[in-house]
């Protein structure tokens, strides 16, 4: 991860792409992107790509890091907690789950999801688990009806069963 680049994370798209065609011999994909996924995927151009589908998109990769940098303090703080409630030593360490360089931190910060611009590549839709998120500026927008607050996942239960058979009845619509 020390030497991963945004561009690295784009190819890997496309190569996943690439993959997927050669294996199943799909004419076509619907790309989905999962939260920054979707801001990658939004990035993403290939000729195979029919349709995008962002599912809780990060708009910005600005606010990808500072929600990043606001769960590593929450985690840090409730360790720090629990270390004064056992009364243990509190070992100050990273609580991110993955390193990211400060050049890849300036590239996503960089980066964000345009609903203009994708209106003018393929057509895209948005499964949002969040009501407020139809202020986001997207013209296809879909609620899935479920409230889904990344990234507490509900007392650590992470249920996206809603959430995929929504975007399966909107995929497989005619």
Same mark, same amino acid.
């Given at each position: 991860m020390e030497e991963v680049t945004l561009e690295d994370?784009?190819? $890997?798209?496309?190569?996943?792409? $690439?993959?997927g065609i050669e294996l199943s011999g799909a004419g076509q994909v619907d790309l989905l992107g999962v939260r920054f996924g979707a801001t990658l995927a939004a990035q993403s151009r290939h000729s195979k790509i029919m349709r995008y589908i962002f599912w809780d998109p990060v708009m910005s990769g600005?606010?990808?890091?500072?929600?990043?940098?606001?769960?590593?303090q929450a985690i840090e703080l409730r360790h720090k907690n629990i270390?004064?409630?056992?009364?243990?030593?509190?070992?100050?360490?990273?609580?991110?789950n993955f390193f990211l360089s400060v050049a890849l931190r300036q590239d996503i910060s960089r980066i964000f999801i345009d609903p203009n611009e994708c209106e003018s590549s393929a057509p895209y839709f948005v499964i949002s688990t969040n009501k407020a998120d139809r202020a986001l500026g997207?013209?296809?927008y879909e609620f899935a009806g479920i409230d889904y607050d990344w990234p507490d996942y509900h007392n650590g239960v992470l249920s996206q069963k809603p959430v995929l058979e929504a975007i399966v009845r909107r995929v497989t619509e005619p």
């Open positions: 994370w784009k190819e $890997d798209i496309r190569a996943a792409i $690439d993959e600005k606010g990808y890091l500072e929600l990043l940098n606001r769960s590593n270390a004064k409630e056992r009364n243990l030593t509190f070992e100050k360490i990273p609580y991110e997207f013209a296809h």
